[in-house]
């Protein structure tokens, strides 16, 4: 059952596709989507996004969307109440309101069309590109405290532009029609529970790093990555982004040291850097088996149980045509079913060396 609604697109920076050969575990009660949009980009293009919400549980569910500004500004403020969120009941109290969002049925999925260019793109000021945190529960079980009955639902989006190309014309041998259509990417959610933690560093691996293939930058593409602070509101970031050249060395600078550069998020922020080889890494010309490695610094929080988290993309785009292509973020180590669920006991005598958030960092806000 296909729905309408709202979309969230991709920026133009961004080029996230999909792709991916193999199953994933996406399904979550909170969902991170690190890259929509409602911009203008090179050239002629326009992208816009479109999101795809999914019930993947046995009974109703609602969503409730905020959404995270780019720029790197401290967003947390959009969990002092639900004045800037989207929701499918007026009743509770959100800002936004739109109706398909609640009793999304069994296997029911809701097409967004351009949320960001609908809603928050009319706030003075705000970044027309960003990141969405998602949130999914049982139909009409929002309290007004922000506690919810936990549902799963999957998320994916599509970020497009319009674009103009010729097709031979069957009716003139030589000849070309013009013809109307567009391209671009798709990108998953992020589940909260595949967030890269700081703390989850031990004997089954270290997942407080993430990694960026095919990080290729010359006179014909230019490569982009995104980061979202996905940490409670309270906590902010520092984090390191370094380049290393297919032989697995580190890239140098002239003083022979490897170049890395470090940055710091505040809470709820997403930062996209546009060119990054050339415009904060120093580098051009890396071949496409360059990677990157984006790891944890330190952190700081006013939290009293703080819940630190971070997720990324790239994006490879092709300089000519202005064409997308998403990079998705990887883990360092393989996956492991009793490192990724831990039992009982590993939870309660303080084992943290399994490669996840270990709770939730946000919720939906009280009235």
């Not at 996004?49 to 409730?64: H, L, M, R």
């Not at 003139?172 to 890269?196: C, D, H, I, Q, R």
């Not at 509101?233 to 370094?242: A, C, D, E, G, N």
């Not at 202005?322 to 996956?335: E, K």
């Amino acid at each position: 059952m296909i729905r309408k609604g709202l979309l969230t697109a991709l920026v133009f920076v961004f080029a996230l596709g999909a792709g991916s050969a193999a199953a994933q575990f996406l399904a979550a009660d909170l969902i991170y989507l690190p890259a929509v949009t409602h911009i203008g980009g090179e050239g002629d293009s326009r992208w816009r996004s479109d999101v795809f919400i999914t019930n993947v549980d046995d009974v109703d569910i609602d969503i409730a969307i905020i959404y995270y500004p780019s720029g790197g500004r401290d967003n947390s403020g959009v969990f002092d109440g639900r004045e800037l969120w989207l929701g499918g009941r007026e009743a509770d109290g959100f800002g936004y309101i739109d109706s398909e969002l609640a009793n999304i049925p069994p296997n029911g999925t809701v097409v967004l069309r351009d949320p960001v260019g609908e809603y928050w793109a009319t706030q003075e000021g705000v970044n027309h590109t960003g990141a969405l945190a998602i949130f999914a529960y049982e139909a009409d079980t929002l309290e007004d405290d922000g506690t919810r009955v936990f549902k799963n639902a999957i998320v994916n989006s599509r970020a497009y532009t319009p674009s103009s190309f010729f097709v031979p014309d069957p009716d003139n041998e030589g000849e070309f029609l013009p013809k109307s259509g567009t391209y671009g990417m798709t990108l998953p959610g992020v589940p909260w529970y595949n967030l890269a933690d700081p703390s989850a560093v031990g004997d089954n691996g270290d997942f407080s790093f993430l990694l960026l293939t095919g990080a290729k930058d010359d006179a014909e593409y230019r490569y982009n990555v995104g980061v979202v602070n996905a940490s409670d509101p309270l906590t902010t970031i520092t984090l390191v982004i370094q380049p290393f050249q297919g032989n697995g060395e580190p890239y140098l600078n002239a003083d022979e040291s490897p170049i890395a550069r470090i940055y710091t998020l505040p809470p709820a922020a997403h930062v996209q850097y546009n060119d990054i080889f050339f415009s904060q890494l120093g580098l051009g010309n890396t071949p496409d088996d360059t990677i990157l490695k984006i790891s944890f610094l330190q952190w700081t929080s006013g939290s009293s149980e703080p819940v630190v988290g971070m997720t990324v993309y790239g994006t490879m785009i092709d300089n000519q045509t202005q064409d997308p292509t998403a990079i998705l973020p990887a883990f360092g180590y393989p996956y492991d079913v009793e490192c990724q669920w831990p039992s009982t006991d590993a939870k309660s005598t303080g084992d943290r060396s399994y490669p996840r958030v270990t709770r939730r960092p946000v919720e939906i806000p009280s009235r």
